[in-house]
C-alpha cells in the first residue's frame, strides 16, 4: 500500500542507463516494477554517492578540528602563558573591559590573558563550573563566582584559599557582608569582586504629589501604595522578584531579617520563629491586599524593572543596576526615581539580602601565581573603579563610594553604601542550594497563597534541618 | 462547500503554528521603548536595530556556521552509520534484531541531564573539549536510534529480491548497499537526515556544556549569552530566534515531499 | 576504508559496527556510569563515596518533593500527549486533502517543531507575561499564567502542544497519505458517510502508528526540561516541578550526584514501563 502511491513516473530505463548501474541489469521484470516505483533515481543516487564520498572528507576534517581544537597552545613555549578568566557577559561597550585587561598585560609580560563570558543565566553557569570542574579542568584559571558559590566550590575543593590577596589590613577596606560571603572555615576562598544589594525604589514625583515621604517601614509603605493607587487605579503599586528562583529568596530574607527573623543562627535553624512569621504573613497579604499585583509571582528583575521603568509602579524592590537605566535620556521615568534602603517592620532594622560576584582562582591552574595577580590586578581599586563607570558594577571596596568622580556620574551610589553596610549574605554554608531550594518553594507557596505562613515555615524547618543533618 | 471548509481549516492550521512567530516577528521590529507597552499592538514605526545588532554585538555568523557544521555533520554520521546497520538488520538477517532495536531504542529513553555530566568525562577524555567534534559526535548518537528506527522500516519494505539480486550479480555487500538499496532508499534518507538536523540545530544542554569558546559555540548557546547579568534584550533575542528559524524552514520546504514519503514507508511499518 | 570493507562477505556484524560502536561509548557509558553512581553515596560536598545498595531509591520512595514531581509529569504527559495527538490528527486529515499551497503549508506547519525549545519557551514567556504579554491583550484577561499555581502547568502544556503538534501531525500525514484511495472510493460507492470513513478506513489503518507516535511523544514529554525550566523553573510552588527538572536541581544545583542519578534512573524506569505498555498494545492491536 505504501509502494503503489509513490510512482511517479519516472522510467526505470534512465536508471539501468545512467554509468554504474550494471548491477541492475539482472533484475526481473517484477523487481523492475517494484524498483521503478520509488522514483527520481539518478539524482538521489549521484546525491547519495556524493554525500558518502563527502563523508569520508568529513571524517578527515572532523579529526583535524579535534586536533586542532583541543585546547591550548603546546606546552614549549614558556615565554608566554595564558590564563584564562571566566565570567558574564557585562552588558555595555566591551572596549572598556578589553582595555583593563590589555593594561594588565601590559603590567605583566609574557603573560596574557583570555576573558571568555558564560551565559548569563547563573544557573547555567552553575552547571558549567560544576561539570568541568568536577571533571578536573584546567581550563580557566580565574572564575567570577556568585557570592552563594564559594562556600560549596571551597567545600568540593575547586578553588585555592586565596588568604593571602587579602592582607588582614585590607579587610577594612571591603563590605562586612562582602568578605563573610568569600570565607568558609575561617579561610578566604575568594576576593570581593563587585557587590549588590537590595533596594528599594521610589516614584519622587507620586510621593510628594500626594503628600508622602519615601516609606522607612513597611507600613508606611503599605499606607501609601494604597493611597495612590486610589486616586491612580491604574498604577501598581509595589513590585518585586517573586518567581520560583533565587530572587524571591533574595527578597523574602529582606522581610525576614527586617522583623528580626534569620535562617542560621550560629549553626542551629531558627526558621520557624514568630518574627519570620510575622514577614511571610506580610509578603503573603501583598497581592491579596492589592499592594502588589498578581504579576510579581512569576517577575524577574527585568519584568519588574520594564513595569516601574515604563512608570506603572509606584515602587519597586531591585538590585542597583536599574538606576542608570532609570536615568537615560529616553526613560520616562527620568529624574522621577528615588532611591531609599529597604523598608523594615516596627521596632527592627532595614536589611538588604547582598548579591554580587567574588572572584576565585582554580585549584587545578598551571599558572597560579599569574591568576593570582590577576585577580588583584581585578579587584584593585583602578579596576573596579573603571568597571563601576563603564558597567554600573557596584565597586566591592568601600572607600570608591566617596571617590568624587564615580559620585559626580552616579551619585546614588552615596545611598547605596549605607546599605551595602548594612547588607547581609545569605546563609553561608557549602549546602546553600539546596536550602535555598526549600526556602524558594516554600516562600512561593506562601506568595500565590497555597500555604499559610505558619505551615511553610515549620516545614522548612523541618527540611531544612534534615539537609544539614546529611554527612 | 468541502473547499471552503478546507481552506478555512487550513488557515486556522497556519494561524495556529505561526501566530508566537508573528508575534516573535512583531517584537523583533519594535523601537526598544515599545517592548513592553501594549497597546500600541503594532509598531508605530519599525526598527531593525534588532537586526544590526544581533550580528553587530555577537560573532552571529561564527554561531550559525558552527550550527551548520554540527548539525551537517552529525545528519551525515548519522545516515552513514545508521543505513549500514538498518541494511544489516534487514537484509542481512543480522541476529537477534529485536534485542537491538530494544536496546537502541532503550538508550534515547534516559534523561539527557542525567548522562551530560558522564559523557563530559569522555569528551574531555578524548580531547574533544571545544570542539565541534564533541557535539557532532553526542549528536549523532541521540540521533543514531531514531535513523536507525526509520531507516529499518524503510529497508524493510523494499523486496529483499533487490539485494539477492545485487548479489548474484557480484557486488559485495557494501556495493549492493551503495549502488541498490541506498538509491532507492532516497525519501528515507531525507526524512530521517531532516529529523536528525532539527535535533541536532536545537540542542542546547550538552552544547552549554561541551562548549567554552566562541570557536564552538552554536546558536542557541549563543542566544542565551545575550543578556547581562540583568539586563535582558528583548529585542535581539526575538530577532536571532528568528534568524534561527530561517535555514530549517528552508530545509522543510525544499525537502518535504521527500520527508512525507519517507516517514510514509517508515512509519507505518512499526 | 572501502578496501577493508569489500573483503567482508556476509558479515552484518561489520555494518552494525559503526553504529554500535558510537551507542555503546557516547551512549551505553554514560549511562552505566549514572546507574553505578545511582546505588552510590556521592555528594561532590559531602563525605567520601560510598556505596548505597538501595538507599538513594529508599530514600526516594520517601520524598515528597519526588511524587510531587511524578504527579506533575504524569499529568503533563498525558494531558500534552493526548493533546497533541488529538490535534494532530485533525490537522494531518485536513492537510490530507487537496489544496493549493500544500508544499508551503506542510513547511509552516513544522516551524513549531523546528525552532530551538529554548528559543520557543523564550517567546511563550514573553507572549505570556502578565503585564505586557500579548495573550493577556488579546484575551482581554489579566491573568498571570506562569504564576498562578492553577495555570501554570497548563500554560507549560499549552507551549509544549505548540511545539510538538507538528511532529505528530507530519507522522501520521504521512500515514493517511499511505491509505490507497481505491479503499474510500469503494466505500464511498458503497454510501459511506465521512464518519464512517474515518471510523472503518482510516481509524483502523492508523491505529499501529498512531502508537509509534504515541511512544515518541511520550518519550519526550516524561523526560520534559527545558521547555518548563525557562518557562517556570519548576515554580510557583514546586507546581510545575517534573522529574527531570527536579533531576537536574538535584544534580547540578546541591551536587548530589547519588540521589540526582537515582532520580534519572526512576525516570528511565517509568519510560521503559510505558514504553513495554504501549509495545503490548501494539502487538494486540497488529495481528
Not at chain 1, 140 to 151: E, H, N, Q
Not at chain 1, 337 to 353: I, K, N, Q, Y
Not at chain 3, 81 to 90: F, H, N, P, Q, Y
Not at chain 3, 157 to 168: Q, S
Request: glycine residues 8%; proline residues 6%.
Amino acid at each position: 500500500m505504501r509502494r503503489g502511491r509513490a510512482v511517479r513516473g519516472k522510467p526505470f530505463l534512465h536508471a539501468s542507463t545512467a554509468p554504474g548501474s550494471s548491477s541492475n541489469a539482472h533484475f526481473s521484470a517484477g523487481i523492475r516494477l517494484r524498483a521503478a516505483a520509488v522514483g527520481n533515481l539518478i539524482l538521489v543516487r549521484r546525491v547519495i554517492l556524493s554525500t558518502l564520498r563527502g563523508l569520508s572528507v568529513l571524517a578527515a576534517a572532523v579529526l583535524l578540528v579535534a586536533a586542532c581544537g583541543g585546547g591550548d597552545p603546546p606546552a614549549g613555549a614558556p615565554a608566554e602563558r595564558t590564563i584564562v578568566f571566566k565570567h558574564s557577559k557585562l552588558f555595555g561597550d566591551p572596549t572598556a573591559f578589553a582595555a583593563l585587561i590589555r593594561e594588565f598585560e601590559a603590567q605583566h609580560p609574557g603573560v596574557r590573558v583570555r576573558a571568555e563570558t558564560l551565559p548569563s543565566a547563573s544557573d547555567e553557569q552553575h552547571q558549567f563550573y560544576v561539570i568541568n570542574l568536577r571533571g578536573g579542568s584546567a581550563d580557566f584559571d580565574v572564575l567570577a563566582l556568585d557570592v552563594i558559590w564559594v562556600a560549596e566550590f571551597a567545600r568540593a575543593g575547586w578553588i585555592a584559599d586565596v588568604g593571602d590577596l587579602l592582607a588582614a589590613e585590607e579587610h577594612g577596606e571591603y563590605f562586612d557582608a562582602s568578605l563573610e560571603s568569600a570565607t568558609w572555615e575561617g579561610r578566604t576562598y575568594a576576593v570581593p569582586w563587585f557587590v549588590d544589594a537590595g533596594l528599594l525604589y521610589y516614584r519622587k514625583d507620586l510621593l510628594a504629589r500626594y503628600g508622602f515621604e519615601p516609606p522607612r517601614t513597611w507600613e508606611e509603605l503599605e499606607r501609601a501604595a494604597l493611597a495612590i493607587r486610589e486616586h491612580e487605579p491604574a498604577l501598581h503599586g509595589f513590585v518585586f522578584q517573586g518567581k520560583q528562583y533565587e530572587g524571591l529568596v533574595c527578597n523574602a530574607l529582606e522581610y525576614m531579617w527586617s522583623a528580626g527573623g534569620d535562617v542560621l543562627r550560629d549553626g542551629d535553624v531558627v526558621l520557624d520563629s514568630a518574627a519570620n512569621r510575622r514577614a511571610l504573613e506580610f509578603l503573603g497579604s501583598l497581592v491579596p491586599r492589592g499592594i502588589s499585583p498578581e504579576l510579581v509571582t512569576t517577575a524577574t528583575e527585568e519584568p519588574s524593572r520594564y513595569i516601574f521603568g515604563s512608570g506603572r509602579a509606584v515602587f519597586m524592590r531591585n538590585w542597583p543596576y536599574a538606576w542608570t537605566l532609570f536615568e537615560q535620556a529616553d526613560s520616562p521615568v527620568r529624574g522621577k526615581v528615588g532611591v531609599a534602603p529597604l523598608p523594615h517592620f516596627a521596632g527592627h532594622d532595614s536589611a538588604a539580602t547582598l548579591g554580587g560576584w567574588n572572584l576565585g582562582l582554580n585549584r587545578r591552574s598551571r599558572y597560579p601565581d599569574e591568576a593570582a595577580a590577576f585577580i588583584r590586578f581585578m579587584t584593585s581599586p583602578e579596576a573596579q573603579r573603571a568597571l563601576a563607570r563603564e558597567y554600573g558594577l557596584n565597586p566591592a571596596r568601600r572607600r570608591l563610594y566617596a571617590d568624587p568622580g564615580l559620585l559626580a556620574a552616579q551619585p546614588h551610589l552615596e545611598e547605596l553604601r549605607a546599605v551595602l553596610d548594612a547588607a547581609r549574605p545569605r546563609p553561608v554554608t557549602p549546602r546553600y542550594a539546596q536550602l535555598s531550594q526549600v526556602l524558594q518553594s516554600e516562600f512561593s507557596a506562601v506568595l500565590t497563597g497555597l500555604d499559610e505562613p505558619a505551615e511553610a515555615l515549620a516545614e522548612a524547618q523541618r527540611e531544612t534541618e534534615r539537609i544539614l543533618a546529611r554527612p | 462547500m468541502r473547499r471552503a471548509g478546507t481552506y478555512l481549516g487550513v488557515l486556522l492550521v497556519a494561524a495556529y503554528c505561526l501566530a508566537p512567530l508573528a508575534w516573535q516577528l512583531v517584537t523583533s521590529l519594535r523601537p526598544p521603548a515599545e517592548l513592553t507597552t501594549l497597546p500600541p499592538l503594532l509598531p508605530t514605526q519599525l526598527t531593525f536595530e534588532h537586526y544590526a545588532a544581533v550580528f553587530a554585538g555577537h560573532p552571529f555568523g561564527r554561531m550559525l556556521l558552527n550550527s551548520f557544521i554540527v548539525a551537517g555533520g552529525a545528519t551525515l554520521i548519522a545516515l552513514a552509520f545508521g543505513s549500514a546497520a538498518a541494511f544489516a538488520l534487514t537484509k542481512m538477517r543480522a541476529r537477534g534484531f529485536g534485542l537491538i532495536l530494544a536496546i537502541v531504542l532503550a538508550t534515547s529513553m534516559f534523561p539527557p541531564i542525567a548522562t551530560v555530566s558522564p559523557l563530559y568525562l569522555l569528551i574531555n577524555g578524548l580531547g574533544l573539549r571545544d570542539t565541534l567534534a564533541a557535539l557532532i559526535l553526542t549528536y549523532a548518537s541521540f540521533a543514531l536510534p531514531l535513523a536507525v528506527w526509520v531507516l529499518t522500516n524503510f529497508l524493510r519494505q523494499l523486496p529483499d529480491e533487490l539485494y539477492a539480486a545485487a548479489r548474484v550479480d557480484g557486488c559485495t555487500p557494501r556495493q549492493a548497499l551503495v549502488r541498490v538499496i541506498l538509491p532507492l532508499a532516497g525519501p528515507g534518507l531525507a526524512a530521517t537526515g531532516l529529523l536528525v538536523f532539527i535535533v541536532a540545530w536545537n540542542e542546547f544542554l550538552y552544547a552549554l556544556t561541551f562548549t567554552a569558546t566562541e570557536r564552538s559555540r552554536t546558536v542557541p548557546v549563543g542566544i542565551a549569552l545575550f543578556p547581562g547579568l540583568h539586563e535582558v534584550p528583548w529585542g535581539e533575542i526575538a530577532a536571532a530566534s528568528l534568524i534561527v528559524t530561517l535555514p530549517v524552514f528552508v530545509l522543510v520546504l525544499l525537502f518535504q515531499r521527500r520527508i512525507v514519503e519517507g516517514l510514509t514507508a517508515g512509519a507505518v511499518k512499526g | 576504508m572501502s578496501g577493508a570493507l569489500r573483503r567482508i562477505g556476509e558479515r552484518p556484524a561489520a555494518f552494525l559496527a559503526p553504529a554500535a560502536l558510537v551507542l555503546g561509548v557516547v551512549t551505553l557509558f554514560p549511562i552505566v556510569y549514572v546507574l553505578w553512581l545511582s546505588v552510590q553515596h556521592y555528594s561532590l560536598i559531602g563525605d567520601a563515596p560510598a556505596f548505597a545498595g538501595v538507599g538513594n531509591f529508599a530514600r526516594l520512595f520517601a520524598d515528597a518533593r519526588f511524587w510531587n514531581a511524578l504527579g506533575n509529569t504524569v499529568y503533563f504527559t498525558l494531558v500534552s500527549v493526548a493533546l497533541e495527538v488529538v490535534i494532530g490528527l485533525a490537522f494531518a486529515l485536513l492537510l490530507a486533502r487537496p489544496f493549493v499551497g500544500r508544499a508551503p503549508m506542510r513547511a509552516v506547519v513544522l516551524l513549531p517543531w523546528a525552532i530551538p525549545t529554548v528559543v520557543a519557551a523564550r517567546m511563550w514567556e514573553w507572549m505570556y507575561n502578565g503585564d505586557f504579554g500579548v495573550i493577556n491583550y488579546l484575551a482581554g484577561a489579566d491573568t498571570n499564567w506562569l504564576g498562578n499555581p492553577y495555570w501554570a502547568i497548563h500554560a507549560a502544556i499549552a507551549m509544549d502542544v505548540w511545539k510538538a503538534t507538528p511532529f505528530v501531525a507530519l507522522l501520521l500525514l504521512a500515514g493517511r497519505l499511505s491509505i490507497p484511495a481505491e479503499l474510500y472510493q469503494a466505500a464511498r460507492l458503497d454510501g459511506a458517510g465521512a464518519w464512517r470513513l474515518f471510523r472503518h478506513i482510516t481509524w483502523p489503518l492508523l491505529r499501529p502508528l498512531l502508537l509509534i507516535v504515541l511512544i515518541f511523544r511520550t518519550i519526550d514529554a516524561f523526560r520534559v526540561f527545558d521547555a518548563i525550566y525557562v518557562l517556570t523553573g519548576g515554580g510557583p510552588a514546586n507546581t510545575t516541578e517534573t522529574l527531570s527538572i527536579y533531576a537536574y536541581k538535584v544534580l547540578f544545583q546541591t551536587l548530589e550526584f547519588g540521589y540526582g542519578s537515582a532520580l534519572a534512573v526512576a525516570v528511565f524506569v517509568c519510560i521503559a514501563a510505558i514504553t513495554a505498555a504501549y509495545v503490548w498494545l501494539l502487538r494486540g492491536s497488529a495481528r
